[in-house]
């Protein structure tokens, strides 16, 4: 058998690009410290890694427990072939979580040390044990693939038998992080600028975290559909965009309710980035709701993946609002990444999608969802969708 | 007895003498470019600040119920009953909650050290507990001085009391955060001087508390509601399957 070189394409370079940049930064982190490695200052000991990484990567794994929900405890069983490569998503997610935090801690030898020494009134210590838990979980609501693609039976049924219970913990263990990231904000009373500083930060952060976990899995059916030719989901999709518009307009109105109430909307007239970021957010968060309502846009596949990458972005600009931009004023300084922090938080992207397609492709995860496109059509791909558009109807 | 500090900012002569002596103890290096920074940072724990005439002096707070000790996920900080907020390097894994928390934006970082960067901030002399603080016992004006907390805001109170025109007739750190050990005496408005106004009144712990206290709620009813939801759909399931096999 004669090595094939892989075929160089566009996206391959930028991939290749992107995994040197971070071995580079990588080299710059452990010889340099975090001074050499990050703009990071005794005023503003928090940037990107922890602003993108942890806040926006556990938001985007929301789907995996979203999903299990939906189809495991709510028993709505006709959502099960977008729940496997949600638990995926959200295991991939939440590894590289982990080893994002690695490259953060100043310490990253004892990222254990929350296990043992214990401080209880932490929202930290209980973020990193539900984070340690959830982590498991995730691994044990994937590990079936893995089993399957070997035909271990006897493992699979053993690990079925426990399912319902891990899948509760789950579910128990992701609502209470995903709020307990916002709680983390609770103690910058103060620092953290009122547009964003609220009460119902642990509220906002869980309802924003499902509406992300649905928007990730309609995205990543989109995007599986498009690489390995399949069709899409589509009726599928189509109910979870009309969930996705109700958590959003749920969310939306929780905004806007609390900016009235705590009487903040007059820090829009102060000028500065704040009320610019905060506007891009708002719009990038109420237009996909609004658009989400007509049903032209659930209709058109092309129209609600535009749609649901708007939301994307829009919550990954309300993370970034709070983590950044709400920090600054309060700091005295202004941050700006250095080239060593974008360049590991790009490649963890770019990571993201380079492993979820490998497993993909050689673990069943789209199985329980076999039902390959007409002949006639696997070749186009963007034709794959529209048809897959028109048989929605 | 709590230790706490007085800073009587009216009677500081801005020598630097405080600074010196803390950085003898830390054995960190101290020279007149040093000196010329206003600001504390990982290698000078207390910093003499200039305002035209006037002076004033930052450091830790040694709040009485510190935000830094409530998020340190490793209980790498934690609040002596001595009084004095310490720090132990040997639990710290580096996260930083403690810096990001902090409403007086005291504890800093050894940025640049490589295998092992460390918090630093002031730990009011809890090594010499018997004797007042370096700081209090180089000051040459009696401006810093080491005591009891209530006996020191007698103290101040007097003074404000005794001259009123000296004094602007407030301690900075009777309220803000909660409380805090370290009490400041100020001419003028205290942010005319560097002190943060804008630090909230009640003890920050309280805040995130308020989230976490709800957590064995959201545990307990959490299990049991999607337990008792899976139960049920699950009995659906299984009793239209015996009615459909009869």
């Known amino acids: 058998m004669k090595l094939a070189m892989p075929k160089i394409t566009f996206w391959r370079m930028i991939f290749a690009g992107l995994m040197l940049a971070a071995l580079w930064a990588t080299y710059v982190r452990v010889t340099g410290g975090l001074a050499a490695s990050t703009n990071l200052s005794d005023e503003f000991p928090w940037g990107i890694w922890i602003g993108f990484d942890i806040l926006c990567g556990v938001g985007l794994a929301a789907g995996g427990f979203t999903l299990a929900a939906i189809v495991h405890i709510f028993n709505l069983k006709e959502y099960k072939p977008v729940v496997r490569p949600a638990i995926l998503t959200a295991f991939l997610g939440y590894v590289l979580v982990v080893i994002a935090l690695m490259f953060d801690l100043g310490r990253p030898w004892r990222i254990w040390h929350p296990l043992i020494m214990w401080n209880p009134r932490s929202v930290m210590f209980e973020v990193g044990w539900c984070v340690t838990l959830y982590t498991t979980v995730l691994f044990l609501e994937f590990f079936p693939l893995v089993l399957e693609r070997f035909k271990l039976k006897r493992a699979i049924s053993v690990l079925k038998a426990m399912m319902p219970p891990i899948i509760i913990l789950g579910v128990v263990l992701s609502t209470l992080h995903q709020s307990s990231l916002g709680s983390l904000y609770l103690i910058m009373k103060g620092k953290l600028h009122p547009l964003w500083y609220s009460p119902l930060l642990p509220l906002l952060f869980y309802i924003s975290a499902i509406a992300v976990g649905l928007a990730m899995t309609i995205f990543e059916s989109w995007h599986s559909a498009r690489a390995f030719g399949r069709q899409l989901e589509w009726p599928l999709i189509q109910k979870l965009s009309r969930m996705l518009a109700v958590v959003l307009a749920l969310y939306v109105a929780m905004r806007l309710f609390d900016l009235t109430q705590r009487q903040a909307w007059h820090y829009l007239e102060q000028p500065g980035w704040e009320s610019r970021l905060f506007m891009l957010e708002m719009i990038l968060t109420i237009v996909p709701m609004l658009l989400l309502f007509r049903e032209k846009t659930r209709q058109n596949p092309t129209g609600l993946y535009i749609t649901v990458v708007m939301f994307l972005l829009g919550f990954v600009t309300n993370r970034l609002n709070i983590s950044i931009t709400g920090m600054e004023r309060s700091s005295g300084v202004s941050y700006i990444p250095k080239w060593t922090e974008v360049a590991v938080t790009f490649a963890i992207i770019a990571g993201a999608f380079a492993i979820f397609r490998f497993a993909a492709k050689h673990l069943p995860v789209f199985e329980a969802a076999e039902h390959p496109a007409p002949a006639g059509e696997s070749g186009g791909r963007r034709s794959d969708l529209v048809s897959a558009g028109a048989s929605g109807d | ?246």
Not at chain 2, 78 to 96: D, I, N
Not at chain 2, 172 to 190: M, N, R
Not at chain 2, 208 to 229: E, F, K, R, Y
């Open chain 2, 1 to 246: 007895m709590a230790r706490a500090i007085l800073y009587d900012s009216v009677l500081c002569v801005g020598c630097r003498q405080c600074e010196e002596t803390c950085s003898e103890r830390w054995k960190l290096p101290y020279n007149e470019k040093i000196a010329a920074e206003e600001k504390v940072s990982a290698h000078k724990l207390t910093a003499v600040r200039t305002h035209g005439e006037r002076f004033s002096r930052k450091l830790c707070m040694h709040c009485i119920d510190p935000a830094c000790v409530s998020v340190c996920p490793v209980a790498a900080l934690q609040k002596t009953e001595a009084g004095p907020v310490v720090y132990l390097e040997e639990r710290c894994m580096g996260c930083r909650y403690c810096m990001t928390a902090c409403p007086f934006q005291v504890p800093s970082y050894t940025w640049s050290e490589r295998l092992a960067p460390k918090v630093a901030k002031c730990d009011m002399c809890s090594d010499q507990l018997k004797e007042p603080t370096r700081c209090s016992s180089i000051c040459p004006t009696e401006s810093t001085i080491t005591g009891d907390r209530d006996e020191l805001i007698e103290k101040a109170k007097a003074r404000i009391k005794e001259n009123p025109k000296d004094y602007y007739p407030a301690i900075y750190g009777i309220e803000e955060a909660g409380g805090t050990s370290v009490l400041i005496l100020s001419a003028v408005p205290f942010d005319q001087i560097g002190y943060n106004m804008n630090v909230p009144k009640e003890a920050l712990p309280l805040t995130t508390w308020a989230a976490l206290q709800h957590i064995p709620n959201i545990v307990v009813s959490g299990s049991v509601l999607m337990g008792g939801i899976y139960w049920l759909n699950n009995r659906k399931e299984e009793v239209a399957r015996r009615e459909g096999g009869k």
